[in-house]
């Protein structure tokens, strides 16, 4: 039994939602398949509102305000895309202690690397908090309710 505590330990970190940036805020509730978080900056006069995609790629963003209004950002800055992974075929290798090899790698499909960031107009969002709604590709369109208020991502 001692032996399968650290197993289930890293199952359980592995199966949770990661926040690897430490946003303040998170989808509720999450949709399948998917992890996402977001947190603001007050700019001037407009709110940034960064947002973690969970490697994929932003379809649609959104405020819904109180009168069932919809503000749409003012720009959208777009994580840099990256392979997702990648398949390789291997050499081979020679020698009693050096090794000698050659390989292939070919990627395999694409993913967001690092945050995605939309840009609101203040007077149009009105004061926090809102609720904003994502919809990243593969996922179903999500809520992080409250942004701006009380955070809820731990």
């Known amino acids: 039994m001692r032996h399968s505590l650290p197993f289930v330990f890293a199952t359980f970190l592995l199966l949770t939602g990661c926040n690897s940036y430490n946003l303040r805020y998170k989808a509720d509730p999450q949709p399948s398949g998917a992890n996402l978080f977001a947190d603001y900056t007050q700019l001037q006069d407009a709110v940034g509102v960064s947002i973690d995609?969970?490697?994929?790629?932003?379809?649609?963003?959104?405020?819904?305000?109180?009168?069932?209004?919809?503000?749409?950002?003012?720009?959208?800055?777009?994580?840099?895309?990256?392979?997702?992974?990648?398949?390789g075929?291997?050499?081979?290798?020679?020698?009693?202690?050096?090794?000698?090899?050659?390989?292939?790698?070919?990627?395999?499909?694409?993913?967001?690397?690092?945050?995605?960031?939309?840009?609101?107009?203040?007077?149009?969002i009105g004061p926090a908090?809102?609720?904003?709604?994502?919809?990243?590709?593969?996922?179903?369109?999500?809520?992080?309710?409250?942004?701006g208020g009380t955070p809820n991502a731990k």
């Open 53 to 87: 995609t969970d490697g994929r790629r932003l379809e649609d963003v959104f405020i819904a305000k109180a009168d069932g209004s919809v503000v749409h950002p003012l720009n959208i800055a777009f994580a840099g895309m990256g392979p997702a992974g990648s398949v």
């Open 89 to 124: 075929v291997g050499g081979f290798g020679a020698g009693d202690h050096v090794g000698v090899g050659s390989g292939l790698f070919f990627p395999v499909g694409e993913r967001t690397r690092g945050l995605t960031t939309a840009t609101f107009s203040t007077a149009a």
């Open 129 to 147: 908090p809102w609720t904003l709604h994502i919809k990243v590709e593969g996922a179903k369109e999500a809520v992080v309710p409250g942004l």
